[in-house]
């Protein structure tokens, strides 16, 4: 079991950032690829950015590369996004979510991950 807990979120204008973190509870952090999905108002859950278990690899949707960065520290069991240059259109609540490895891994799809957290709000406003 696996219990993830966000934190970060809040307002901020456009152009701002804000770093989100997302603490793990348990002992096999590291064997768990990790992501960040966000849900806006009325729309799907959708992909943000993943991080491979030893953090060999990372993946980002179209829409925040460039912007966003997503890293992990498994001594802290802890995964990060890091959201710069933000926009009105990233407002969301914004999910990490856990997927145990395995072979053929799919990092993009929610439905293919193990864990939730509860979501933390993040509004882009001026």
């Known amino acids: 079991q696996v219990q993830l807990v966000e934190s970060g979120g809040g307002l901020v204008q456009p152009g701002g950032s804000l770093r989100l973190s997302c603490a793990a509870s348990g002992r096999t952090f590291s064997s768990y690829a990790m992501g960040w999905f966000r849900q806006a108002p009325g729309k799907e859950r959708e992909f943000v950015a993943a991080?491979?278990?030893?953090?060999?690899?990372?993946y980002y949707a179209d829409s925040v590369r460039g912007r966003f960065t997503i890293s992990r520290d498994n001594a802290k069991n802890t995964v990060y996004l890091q959201m710069n240059s933000l926009k009105p259109e990233d407002t969301a609540v914004y999910y990490c979510a856990a997927q145990y490895r395995r072979i053929g891994v799919v990092l993009t799809t929610p439905g293919l991950y193990d864990y939730w957290g509860q979501g933390t709000q993040v509004t882009v406003s001026s």
């Open positions: 991080i491979t278990w030893s953090a060999g690899y990372t």
